[in-house]
């Protein structure tokens, strides 16, 4: 069965109904002044509640160097009003490239990715002064089984998964990366947390989502005879032996990770899955992670599920699919709601642990009110906009200025932008930025 009712709410009392006749209860407040609350992290201050969240846009140079659309979009983003920019996946090694054009951080590239930082924060004191200088958190990443660096799959992969195997074409004699690889990648992802250090970001991401390949690893109960798999504390030591590293080796940095909490692959080859109930969640093995985590020096979690090349439903909430992809088989509004309760659930757990949640970009011009709802419920300390930070990069300023979105300008959930991505081409909004986009799309 697949969903086909398009967004078509003319107030908040419909979109309300509509949850409620879906059986899903959703946050919501009308007063959003919660939004524009300030919140310390590890002593530094953001501004507001609201995050830029990281979305990869394979605009680079060949060298992995930020392009002249890289540095056109962040200069948006900075001059939009987020209190928090998190920036896009950057490849710690040429072999984790999820395409040619990926950002790629190294000693060659430092240079420009300092000035990356530079125009981002020049950019928000030109539109607010010192009123607001942005947190920038720069997303590492190893794309593993979706590595394709010179735009060829090149799967690097942790373990054999019969629902994604298939889907990237593998033997089922594909090598796997060896223990003594994954050591020697803890050590880039520690080399590029430093030289984010020196570019001059506040905090870096260890990428553990998406099934990308260290997310890949939380569910690789059948890697046996490794270090990294089999185990729980074998299948998540390496983002806790790579956190560890950054914490102790640049204490300046804050370290973050953008966490899958349920990557909808069953048990026992995905994360968070239940046994024996399908793909059913089941987040004691998330939970104990992120108690991990805590207590080796994160000071701030993004929570996200699905991975969005594989069932993009889960992570991403759409009225459209890319172009020959399926349909949703759900309602957006029920991935929505799953969303906001799964952060809800690891803000209540840990509430001195900031959390980021996803998935708001589909409420469109009610995003505000159910986010505002999260916030003064303690179910995030922050909300997260992907999509509609592309469509509408000055969402956050006109929200604060004006108390509402402007229609005109907000993400229709259209899948262009994850189209062009697919596709290898610099992503962007196809809708609002066609100027610049849609010329790409065609």
Same mark, same amino acid.
């Given at each position: 069965?697949?969903?086909?009712?398009?967004?078509?709410?003319?107030?908040?009392?419909?979109?309300?109904?509509?949850?409620?006749?879906?059986?899903?209860?959703?946050?919501?407040? &009308?007063?959003?002044? @919660?939004?524009? %609350?300030?919140?310390?992290? @590890?002593?530094?201050?953001?501004? /507001?509640?609201?995050?830029?969240?990281?979305?990869?846009?394979?605009?680079?140079?060949?060298?992995?160097?930020?392009?002249?659309?890289?540095?056109?979009?962040?200069?948006?983003?900075?001059?939009?009003?987020?209190?928090?920019?998190? !920036?896009?996946?950057?490849?710690?090694?040429?072999?984790?490239?999820?395409?040619?054009?990926? =950002?790629?951080?190294?000693?060659?590239?430092?240079?420009?990715?300092?000035?990356?930082?530079?125009?981002?924060?020049?950019?928000?004191?030109?539109?607010?002064?010192?009123?607001?200088?942005?947190?920038?958190?720069?997303? =590492?990443?190893?794309?593993?089984?979706?590595?394709?660096?010179?735009?060829?799959?090149?799967?690097?992969?942790?373990?054999?998964?019969?629902?994604?195997?298939?889907?990237?074409?593998?033997?089922?004699?594909?090598?796997?990366?060896?223990?003594?690889?994954?050591?020697?990648?803890?050590?880039?992802?520690? &080399?590029?947390?430093?030289?984010?250090?020196?570019? +001059?970001?506040?905090?870096?991401?260890?990428?553990?989502?998406?099934?990308?390949?260290?997310?890949?690893?939380?569910?690789?109960?059948?890697?046996?005879?490794?270090?990294?798999?089999?185990?729980?504390? /074998?299948?998540?030591? !390496?983002?806790?032996?790579?956190?560890?590293?950054?914490?102790?080796?640049?204490?300046?940095?804050?370290?973050?990770?953008?966490?899958?909490?349920?990557?909808?692959?069953?048990?026992?080859?995905?994360?968070?899955?239940?046994?024996?109930?399908?793909?059913?969640?089941?987040?004691?093995?998330?939970?104990?992670?992120?108690?991990?985590?805590?207590?080796?020096?994160?000071?701030?979690?993004?929570?996200?599920?699905?991975?969005?090349?594989?069932?993009?439903?889960?992570?991403?909430?759409?009225?459209?699919?890319?172009?020959?992809?399926?349909? @949703?088989?759900?309602?957006?509004?029920? #991935?929505?709601?799953?969303?906001?309760?799964?952060?809800?659930?690891?803000?209540?757990?840990?509430?001195?642990?900031?959390?980021?949640?996803?998935?708001?970009?589909?409420?469109? %011009?009610?995003?505000?009110?159910?986010?505002?709802?999260?916030? &003064?419920?303690?179910?995030?300390?922050?909300?997260?906009?992907?999509?509609?930070?592309?469509?509408?990069?000055?969402?956050?300023?006109?929200?604060?200025?004006? #108390?509402?979105?402007?229609?005109?300008?907000?993400?229709?959930?259209?899948? +262009?932008?994850?189209?062009? =991505?697919?596709?290898? @081409?610099?992503?962007?909004?196809?809708?609002?930025?066609?100027?610049?986009?849609?010329?790409?799309?065609?």
């Amino acid at each position: 069965m697949s969903f086909r009712e398009r967004f078509s709410f003319k107030d908040s009392a419909e979109l309300l109904a509509k949850a409620a006749a879906l059986g899903v209860v959703l946050p919501f407040s &009308e007063n959003i002044e @919660s939004l524009f %609350q300030p919140l310390s992290i @590890s002593g530094k201050k953001i501004v /507001n509640r609201i995050a830029v969240q990281p979305m990869e846009s394979a605009d680079a140079e060949s060298d992995g160097s930020p392009g002249e659309l890289t540095f056109r979009r962040y200069r948006r983003f900075a001059g939009g009003g987020c209190g928090l920019i998190w !920036f896009e996946a950057v490849a710690v090694r040429e072999d984790g490239k999820s395409h040619p054009r990926q =950002l790629f951080l190294n000693q060659k590239t430092l240079g420009a990715f300092s000035r990356l930082v530079e125009e981002a924060r020049s950019s928000a004191w030109k539109s607010f002064g010192q009123r607001l200088t942005p947190l920038l958190i720069l997303q =590492l990443t190893h794309s593993g089984r979706f590595s394709k660096p010179d735009g060829r799959p090149k799967p690097v992969i942790a373990h054999h998964n019969p629902y994604l195997d298939p889907f990237h074409g593998l033997p089922a004699d594909y090598p796997l990366i060896s223990d003594r690889e994954l050591d020697r990648l803890q050590d880039a992802f520690v &080399e590029a947390a430093a030289l984010a250090g020196r570019a +001059g970001f506040d905090g870096v991401d260890v990428k553990s989502c998406h099934g990308y390949l260290v997310s890949e690893l939380f569910g690789a109960r059948t890697r046996t005879g490794s270090r990294y798999g089999g185990p729980f504390q /074998n299948r998540v030591r !390496f983002l806790l032996e790579t956190i560890k590293k950054i914490a102790a080796q640049i204490p300046k940095s804050l370290v973050c990770a953008r966490m899958g909490a349920f990557d909808a692959i069953p048990y026992p080859y995905g994360f968070g899955a239940a046994q024996h109930q399908g793909d059913s969640m089941d987040l004691a093995e998330p939970m104990a992670l992120v108690r991990r985590l805590a207590e080796s020096g994160l000071c701030l979690l993004n929570i996200t599920a699905g991975i969005p090349a594989f069932l993009p439903h889960f992570g991403r909430p759409s009225d459209t699919p890319v172009r020959g992809g399926a349909r @949703s088989p759900e309602h957006p509004l029920l #991935g929505v709601a799953r969303l906001v309760h799964v952060a809800g659930q690891f803000q209540s757990r840990f509430p001195a642990l900031p959390v980021v949640g996803s998935g708001y970009s589909w409420l469109r %011009q009610f995003f505000p009110q159910v986010a505002a709802g999260v916030i &003064e419920k303690n179910q995030a300390g922050l909300v997260g906009l992907g999509r509609l930070s592309f469509a509408y990069p000055r969402f956050a300023e006109d929200l604060r200025a004006k #108390g509402a979105l402007d229609r005109k300008k907000i993400c229709l959930t259209c899948s +262009g932008c994850s189209e062009l =991505l697919r596709a290898g @081409s610099p992503a962007g909004c196809v809708v609002r930025d066609k100027s610049v986009y849609r010329r790409l799309q065609r």
